[in-house]
């Protein structure tokens, strides 16, 4: 094994394959640093994840083979592709697509939300990955800004939910580790029935409600406060306050939208599917954006490549 600049570890055939650079993120359950794919350049972004974060015995290390064949599968324009996985004794090491605009946690700048159009063409394109992922069996449970990355610098730009992979690769999530993070995105449910009842999809309906909360008013709608009751309690009590100021030159539609998916009862919030019909959404500029980012037109049916090539009334030798 090669030791690394910060003196990670990697697998000697992981360092054939990859050279790694920078830190690049940092995350609950690991660091992310860039690395370069050597035969072809490729940047690439690696995840590396120390197993006693998730205290694993052999049947577990057996799963995350097998989800990584389920994962492998797993291809939406919206949902970060898994492309390589290794593993030592102690650390998974996950090779992941490369989001050049980094995640939205840092684009969201604390006391600022996004445009209300920008938050909106954002928020469809999640709705659209986390339908995907319950169409395919796998709730993702850990949706917040850092967890939503950015294509590019642009605002208007393609954003692909990521980590829904983590949970499900390593070993389902236990109650005690869901808790071990910032509880600000969990759903009333996790706290209430997790334990028993166990949770459905509909937690990732109130995370979504949660970080669109964030992306339009600037601020967490359940947060820590000396004078404030806990985080934990006031999302079971649903609490959460619009500050005027903040939710200024906000549409009703928005606001309405964000109140139906932040109900506590999971039986009674506006479902994935439901959202996704909201009038908020019935934006034809909007979804247009959305498609075209999402299933970008293949070059030969650019004008750009239009442009390249003689019309048949121009002179040419009829190549
Ligand atoms: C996890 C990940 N990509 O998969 C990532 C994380 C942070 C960042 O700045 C860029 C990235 O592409």
Known sequence: DLVSDDQT????????????????????????????????????????INKKNFP?????????????????????????????FYQTEDTYYIVLELMEGGELFNRVKAGHGLDEAVAKLYFYQMLMAVEYLHRNGIIHRDLKPENILLASQAKTCLIKVTDF?????????????????????LAPEVFTHAATTGYGPAVDAWSLGVLLFVCLGGYAPFYEHPSRPSVQEQIIQGEFTM?????????????????KLLVVDPSLR????????????????????????????????????HNKRPREDEEGDGN
């Open 56 to 84: 694993s015995v052999g049947t577990a290390t057996r799963n995350a083979e097998r989800e990584i064949e389920i994962l492998r599968r797993i291809d939406h324009p919206c949902l970060i592709k898994t492309e390589d």
């Open 165 to 185: 992979n983590q949970s499900k690769i390593l070993e389902g999530e236990t109650l005690s580790r869901t808790l071990c993070g910032t509880p600000s995105y």
């Open 243 to 259: 500050v005027p100021s903040k939710w200024k030159g906000i549409s009703d539609q928005a606001k309405d939208m964000v109140r």
């Open 270 to 305: 506006l479902s994935i599917t439901s959202a996704l019909k909201h009038p908020w959404l019935q934006d034809p500029a909007m979804l247009a954006q959305a498609n075209k980012l999402m299933y970008p037109p293949e070059d030969s049916d650019t004008e750009l490549a």
């Open 9 to 48: 570890i990697f697998p000697k055939e992981f360092q054939e394959k990859y050279l790694v650079s920078r830190g690049i993120g940092t995350g609950v359950c690991g660091e992310v640093k860039l690395a370069f794919e050597r035969a072809t350049c490729k940047k690439v972004a690696v995840k590396i």
